[in-house]
């Protein structure tokens, strides 16, 4: 069965700084892997997604994600964040094969002006 | 395509009673997901369907669930009777071969 393991509920971020989100995932198969972000009472958009080739994917409103198979890891980045990125971001995961998307627990970013 | 709507977008009940919530798929998609969103247990997957037939309903979460799908234009989660530790953010999404899931905006249900 795949998990998927969101290790910081809260991040906060001075505006302009840097960010990582982290995602880790257990799988025995290959898998899909997706950001997702979610608007105070919005429905779930997609940032980007990994599916096979590059590594490093980039997404929306300026994120990159880099898959990294030998650490199962699947981390979020911004160079420089803006208070519009205030939100929930959720990881997930799905065995390729599998149409089970499973869901991280979500890091709330916050943007500090 | 208007995306994936669903209704109402808000919906207050009485414990014990009947609650319907309704859900329109983006045209074509092929996959229909329902999702329930709480503080304590997250984003948690009820059931999903694969061209209007139930794949995996193990999500549900006992007997007073029930996931219908008659066409591949409409699909409704029911709960039946409801109570309280059912209130939460029910999310329907849609896809088309899981490339990238499409997801409404999402019902808020109180049960009280």
């Known amino acids: 069965a795949q998990s998927v393991t969101q290790l910081d509920s809260q991040v906060p971020v001075f505006e302009e700084a840097p960010v990582e989100l982290r995602c880790n995932y257990s799988?025995?198969?290959?898998?899909?892997l997706f950001w997702y972000v979610q608007y105070p009472n919005q429905g779930l958009q997609l940032l980007l997604k990994?599916?096979?080739?590059?590594?490093l994917v980039k997404g929306i409103n300026g994120f990159e994600a880099e898959f990294n198979k030998s650490q199962t890891s699947f981390h979020l980045r911004k160079p420089s964040v803006h208070i519009s990125d205030t939100a929930e971001y959720f990881c997930?995961?799905?065995?390729?094969?599998?149409?089970?998307?499973?869901f991280g627990t979500g890091t709330r970013l916050t943007i500090i002006p | 395509d208007a995306g994936v709507i669903q209704s109402p977008r808000h919906e207050v009940t009485e414990m014990g009673q009947e609650v319907t919530l309704r859900c329109k798929p983006i045209?074509?998609?092929?996959?229909l997901f329902w999702y329930r969103q709480t503080m304590m247990r997250g984003l948690e997957l009820l059931i999903y369907f694969n061209n209007n037939v139930p794949i995996d309903d193990s999500g549900m979460p006992e007997d007073r669930f029930s996931a219908k799908m008659p066409n591949a234009s409409f699909s409704t989660l029911k709960i039946q009777p409801s109570e309280p530790r059912d209130s939460a953010v029910y999310f329907c999404?849609?896809?088309?071969?899981?490339?990238?899931?499409?997801f409404g905006q999402g019902t808020r249900l109180t049960v009280v």
């Open positions: 799988s025995s198969v290959s898998v899909y």
């Open positions: 990994y599916l096979s080739g590059s590594t």
């Open positions: 999404a849609s896809s088309l071969l899981l490339i990238e899931a499409f």
């Open positions: 045209s074509g998609h092929d996959y």
């Open positions: 997930a995961v799905s065995d390729t094969g599998n149409e089970k998307l499973t």
